[in-house]
């Protein structure tokens, strides 16, 4: 990280502040632009006017300020630093800040004056020459200027009193931090010498320092016959005055005037007080240090002072005019020694505890953490703009404007205004009494417990994290790029209402009015605390949509109940009603048009299918089938493969399809042949994709999201019942699997069951299967399964759920995994993690010169995009090849080509590995092969591997120019980690490979699957 900071601090100051930010490691440089050069700092560079051109000038307090602000603005284009910093309010906080703002880079204000750096414009506080004939508070230019400092994205102080004022005038409590001057405590501490002064002080003198009261306070304990010895630290203006007072008062042998000296530290260690009656401060550097070396603070209660001085603890506090307190003060501490002693020694401690380099140091990190995670907002805000054209710009304007008049018609909707007159139609559910009286019989009956236990849902945290994340409904984007430390995921699980479905079920099942008042009461609980428009849970139209269909299922299974009165149905209406128009005005058209539309449009169908009472529900049906139609052509490659490339976002996608397929069987809609065709090749690829007990193998992103949630029969992979429904709907038997389940039993009711019975299942073990316009390959023989990857990286130019893993293999034999596609993790809270999980390493396939094949932009951007091609495919009875090639390196300076052609030999049971890269210059490759946590990985030679998964074996044999080692749960860098589930992270084994390449190179991995043992 770069940062350029403007001020005019001095060198004392410079070292206190700078200090803590260099022992950063994540601190690059540091540009740093003042009217002096600092102490040295390898990392800080310094940019000041130069003292001939100074001297030209004269000096001139205004030639400085202009020179330091286009300083500040050309070293800003030029260095592009990551944050800008001001130190004092005013004048450098504000340029910071207004330099920051035209130019996008984040700022922070460091506010080093106290309440008077800030008040009535700062123009009261310091010695800024240039300031001076100002000095006259005026409330407009505060406000201001306060408005041009809450548009930076910190703002440090040195106290709580000035953090309060700022709070007090209405800026943002959350950008405000305490961050004060930090002491070196290997420099300042307490020495074993004679304390010979009584009273030191150390400041600059200028009025606002208050040392003519100092010196009428040394008088006034001389009158009182103390015998006192005092030293004055620090040059200045006041000088020759101060020193004429000090004769006039009779001190010359009392108090010494040392004027500047940088070994202070020899100064405070021979003081036993240190004395600062100062009219206005923000936190006194030169006192902290004092209090280091172990001198008592005996000084004005203004500023930040009291932050770090606790009156009668380890100091004095003092109205800054009362001369008298301040000597009966000194002289009580000085007649009583042992009370010095222990405000002495808990001045130490307080330094030492609150006012180190180090603890400063955790504070720049976490404020330079949230600076970095702000500068990813806005760098995603332009990649995400780049990645839009003109009409898509122009249409989320426009939706922008039309969720504002949204939202005022919602506040203007009458009681029964959203009901139709007349309802068009009779709505018919997918299962309806008989269907219930049969599963009653049947079938073992629901058994789901918890329902009474469930109290106080808060409908915005996140149960993992225990973090809230509520947010405005389309105005707060962080929690799409990972700002938040809540797994957005999560919450919008909770308010998905899957799991209230259930309870649904089991009241249909049993009949227990007490079940369905509480459902009753958690819907309604949640439409008082989820008003319209407001909270996280309005930000995603596929997520409400997704709700609506739980709602459905409620709303048909427990309307009959007492519970459900007309009272509530009336609120109960009236919010799908708001929820409906919000999806059908915040569609996600253009580069978001994926699987999100798709749900909406199953959201908007189906909504107008089954609450025809709803005005505007005709509408909504045909609107929501003609983006079903349209977009299974679009999304759809015609071999059937979802073009998001994603196992996890096809298998969603086909559910979503079957459930609005069924939906409008059951109330006489009929869709077109070309979207049955495409529905009925999607469930194909699903069914070749399966392995024998229906899982999946983890390609681009999964969230483990379903459609709807109705097993109660047993739990099993969401793909089983999805291929079970379709055997049905397509009267397939090849996509039968096993016995019905809950899911399809409740979806297709007392005649699906019956259609599915007929049906004798087919096995399609051994098939091997080619999915071109897609890119995956299939190689199968008897239970071995292999997997080739040579697909786009994703959908249009998001690419949101895809992997950079072009020409990657998974393995799996029988029901063991072998060689896996690690999986996702999380989405948005996981930091680096997400990258991890979706980058080239985390794949079994080859990585170049350390980068990923494609450029990762976002939690669901990319930049660069790898394209990947089939050169050959080649299924036969003996042996199936194939063979690709990505240009995911094709952007390097010297670009590189990598070639993979994957041989199995079904005879030998072998499959063989060839990689070929082609480049001009040298370039460093690695090789990786995930294994799955239940392998048991054994070397049994230099790069030879066996792998144990219960009764599956394979042996690994690595080319000998290949440098081979073990990766297993390591963190830096990442590898070596597995996803099962969202969410779930553990420990496995990746077997890692690499070398230095030049010109063509080969390398060929065999692996031989051998006999059970």
Not at 28 to 42: K, L, T
Not at 682 to 696: A, P, S, V, Y
Not at 925 to 948: K, M, S, Y
Request: with cysteine; aromatic share 12%; glycine share 8%.
């Amino acid at each position: 990280m770069k940062i350029l900071i403007t001020t005019t601090l001095k060198g004392n100051l410079t070292e206190a502040k700078v200090k803590s930010l260099v022992a950063l490691p994540e601190v690059e440089r540091i540009f740093y632009v003042s009217d002096r050069p600092g102490p040295f700092f390898e990392k800080v560079k310094y940019y000041c006017m130069p003292p001939r051109l100074l001297k030209v000038f004269n000096n001139n307090a205004v030639v400085r300020l202009v020179f330091k602000f286009f300083m500040v603005f050309y070293l800003s284009i030029v260095k592009r630093p990551d944050l800008l910093m001001g130190y004092s309010f005013m004048p450098h906080g504000i340029n910071a800040a207004l330099i920051g703002r035209i130019l996008n880079i984040p700022r922070c204000i460091n506010v080093i004056g106290g309440v008077l750096g800030v008040e009535g414009g700062g123009f009261t506080c310091g010695n800024n020459v240039l300031l001076k004939k100002l000095r006259k508070k005026d409330s407009f230019l505060e406000k201001i200027l306060l408005r041009i400092a809450n548009t930076s994205d910190f703002i440090t102080v040195t106290g709580s009193n000035t953090r309060d004022f700022l709070i007090s005038k209405g800026l943002d409590k959350e950008k405000i931090e305490i961050l004060s001057s930090t002491i070196d405590t290997k420099r300042f501490f307490p020495a074993n010498s004679k304390r010979i002064y009584d009273l030191i002080t150390i400041a600059e003198l200028i009025p606002s320092k208050g040392i003519d009261v100092f010196l009428k306070i040394v008088s006034r304990l001389k009158k009182n016959k103390f015998k006192i010895k005092a030293v004055i630290l620090g040059d200045g203006e006041l000088r020759r005055y101060l020193e004429d007072l000090s004769r006039k008062l009779g001190l010359e042998e009392i108090v010494q005037f040392a004027g500047f000296d940088s070994n202070v530290e020899r100064y405070l260690n021979a003081s036993k007080i240190f004395l600062l009656p100062t009219q206005n401060e923000g936190l006194s550097l030169s006192m902290l240090e004092a209090m280091a070396c172990g001198a008592v603070p005996v000084v004005s209660k203004v500023g930040d002072l009291e932050d770090a001085v606790k009156n009668g603890v380890n100091g004095r506090l003092l109205d800054k005019d009362d001369i008298d307190g301040f000597a009966s003060a000194i002289s009580g501490l000085l007649r009583a020694p042992k009370t010095l002693a222990l405000y002495s020694k808990s001045a130490v401690e307080t330094i030492r505890e609150n006012y180190t380099i180090k603890g400063a140091t955790e504070k720049w990190k976490r404020i330079l953490s949230n600076i970095r995670l702000s500068r990813e907002v806005t760098s995603w805000y332009f990649d995400r703009l780049r990645s839009m054209n003109v009409l898509e710009i122009g249409y989320r304007l426009m939706r922008i404007l039309r969720l504002r008049l949204l939202g005022a018609r919602f506040l203007l909707l009458g009681k029964n205004t959203y009901l139709s007159p007349k309802a068009s139609r009779e709505a018919r559910f997918f299962v309806d009494e008989k269907d219930i009286d049969f599963i009653r019989q049947d079938f073992a009956k629901v058994r789901k417990k918890g329902l009474f236990e469930i109290r106080d849902i808060d409908w915005y945290n996140d149960p993992v994290s225990n973090a809230r994340c509520k947010g405005a409904f389309r105005d707060d984007t962080r929690h799409r790029i990972g700002f938040y430390q809540v797994e957005i995921r999560r919450i919008w699980e909770l308010n998905r209402f899957q799991w209230l479905v259930s309870y649904a079920q089991q009241y249909a099942m049993e009949r227990d009015e007490a079940a369905a008042e509480k459902i009753v009461s958690v819907l309604k609980d949640w439409i008082e605390k989820n008003p319209a428009l407001k909270g996280i849970n309005w930000s995603d139209s596929l997520e409400v949509s997704l709700r609506l269909l739980s709602w459905a299922w409620i709303y048909f299974l427990i309307k009959d109940s007492m519970a459900f009165h007309n009272d509530f149905e009336h609120i109960f209406l009236r919010s799908i009603y708001f929820q409906v128009n919000f999806i059908e005005s915040n569609l996600s058209r253009y580069s978001s048009a994926n699987n999100h539309l798709i749900g909406e449009g199953m959201g908007l169908f189906i909504t107008g299918v089954l609450f025809p009472q709803l005005k505007g529900a005709g509408k909504r049906l045909k609107k929501g089938k003609a983006i079903l139609e349209q977009e299974i052509e679009k999304q759809v490659y015609p071999d059937g493969v979802s073009k998001e490339q994603s196992t996890g976002y096809h298998e969603f996608v086909t559910d979503l399809y079957l459930i609005s397929l069924i939906i409008a069987r059951k109330n006489n809609i009929e869709f077109s042949d070309t979207l049955y065709s495409r529905l009925e090749k999607m469930c194909e690829f699903l069914m070749h994709m399966t392995d024998k007990n229906g899982n999946l193998p983890s390609i681009g992103d999964s969230d483990d999201g379903v459609v709807i949630r109705l097993d109660t029969l047993r739990e099993g992979p969401n793909a089983v019942s999805v291929l079970n429904t379709a055997s049905v709907i397509f009267n397939r038997r090849d996509f039968k699997k096993y016995s019905i389940d809950g899911k399809t039993l409740w979806l297709l009711g007392r005649k699906g069951y019956d259609r599915f019975s007929l049906l004798k299942k087919a096995s399609n073990v051994g098939i091997s299967k080619g999915f071109g316009h897609s890119g995956y390959y299939i190689m199968r023989h008897k239970d071995l399964f292999l997997s080739f990857d040579c697909g786009a990286l994703g959908y249009l130019s998001l690419a949101a759920h895809g992997h950079a893993d072009s020409l990657a293999i998974t393995l799996n034999i029988g029901d063991r995994d072998i060689l896996i596609d690690p999986g996702t993790y999380l989405y948005r809270s996981g930091n680096g993690w997400r990258d991890y999980f979706r980058s080239t390493k985390a794949h079994n396939t080859i990585r170049i010169d350390r980068l990923d094949q494609s450029e990762i932009r976002g939690p669901f951007l990319w930049g660069y995009k790898a394209d990947a091609f089939v050169k050959s495919w080649w299924p036969n009875g003996g042996y199936d090849k194939v063979c690709g090639y990505h240009t995911g390196y094709a952007r390097l300076d010297d670009p590189v080509v990598h070639t993979r052609e994957v041989v199995f030999d079904k005879l030998h049971k072998e499959i063989i590995i060839d990689d070929i890269l082609v480049s001009k210059k040298e370039h460093f490759a690695e090789l990786f092969f995930h294994l799955h946590p239940d392998c048991i990985l054994t070397r049994i030679g230099p790069n030879t591997l066996e792998i144990l998964n219960k009764d599956a074996i394979i042996q690994i044999d690595l080319d000998p120019r290949l440098r081979t080692y073990i990766s297993n749960g390591d963190k830096d860098p990442v590898c070596g980690w597995y996803s099962g589930g969202f969410g779930d992270k553990v420990e496995t084994s990746t077997i890692c490979a690499e070398t230095y390449f030049k010109g063509n190179a080969r390398f060929v991995t065999r692996i031989l699957v051998r006999d059970k043992r």
